[in-house]
């Protein structure tokens, strides 16, 4: 079974870049037709799907967050990494790592812990 | 796509049958999914495609609907059902309804 877990700063200044890592343990980033995935919570509890990387490192994100997301994998530590830049108290939340349904893409059948991020001066 | 979820809350005793509903704003085919989540952790795949169950997912969780009109029913709630449920579309982007939370009467 894969799992996930997130790691990263809990507290960004405003304006400066957001930065996680997902470490998978269990499964490889460059296993054949994987999405993973990087999704928020917001405190009043909404879901936001930010976007995904392929395993061949194709990505998509969500077109609302602007360009300001970007979606790396790192397959020597069997990592995939997040950075959202310009960020305000909007981008307050706990940000999820999460793997697609194999055989149902799109799906988030695998989820890390989340970590708590707070955008605050 | 818009999820909205029904209703907000639900208040049940243990034994209750749940019965959660998941309009899409236009339609999504089969593509949907439900969640469930415990304070404290990540979200739970429970159902895809609208009917098939995820691994390891108790027989007492059913889904149904199609189109625009999706239902989760949970045959006999046991003390561990008692969480928030999400819905989860695929068709456009990859959006998620507010939530329907099930507490115990």
């Known amino acids: 079974q894969v799992q996930l877990q997130e790691s990263g700063p809990g507290l960004v200044e405003p304006s400066q870049t957001l930065s996680l890592t997902c470490t998978v343990s269990?499964?490889?980033?460059?296993?054949?037709?994987?999405?993973w995935n990087w999704i928020r919570q917001y405190p009043g509890k909404g879901l936001e799907w930010i976007g995904y990387?392929?395993?061949?490192?194709?990505?998509y994100y969500n077109p609302s967050l602007k360009s300001r997301p970007t979606i790396l994998l790192d397959t020597s530590k069997n990592q995939f990494l997040l950075k959202l830049t310009s960020v305000t108290a909007a981008d307050t939340a706990v940000y999820y790592c999460?793997?697609?349904?194999?055989?149902?893409?799109?799906?988030?059948?695998?989820w890390g812990q989340g970590t708590l991020v707070t955008v605050s001066s | 796509i818009v999820l909205t979820q029904s209703p907000a809350t639900l208040s049940l005793s243990p034994g209750e049958r749940a019965t959660l509903s998941c309009r899409a704003s236009?339609?999504?085919?089969?593509?949907l999914a439900w969640y469930q989540q415990k304070p404290g952790q990540a979200p739970r795949l429970l159902i895809y495609?609208?009917?098939n169950r995820a691994t390891g997912v108790p027989a007492r969780f059913s889904g149904t609907g199609s189109g625009t009109d999706f239902t989760l029913t949970i045959s006999s709630l046991e003390p561990e059902d008692f969480a928030v449920y999400y819905c989860?579309?695929?068709?456009?982007?990859?959006?998620f309804g507010p939530g329907t939370k099930v507490d115990i009467k």
């Open positions: 236009q339609s999504i085919g089969s593509y």
């Open positions: 269990g499964g490889s980033v460059s296993s054949r037709g994987n999405y």
């Open positions: 495609d609208a009917s």
């Open positions: 999460a793997k697609d349904l194999d055989g149902a893409n799109n799906y988030f059948a695998q």
């Open positions: 989860q579309q695929r068709t456009n982007l990859f959006t």
């Open positions: 990387i392929y395993y061949t490192g194709g990505t």
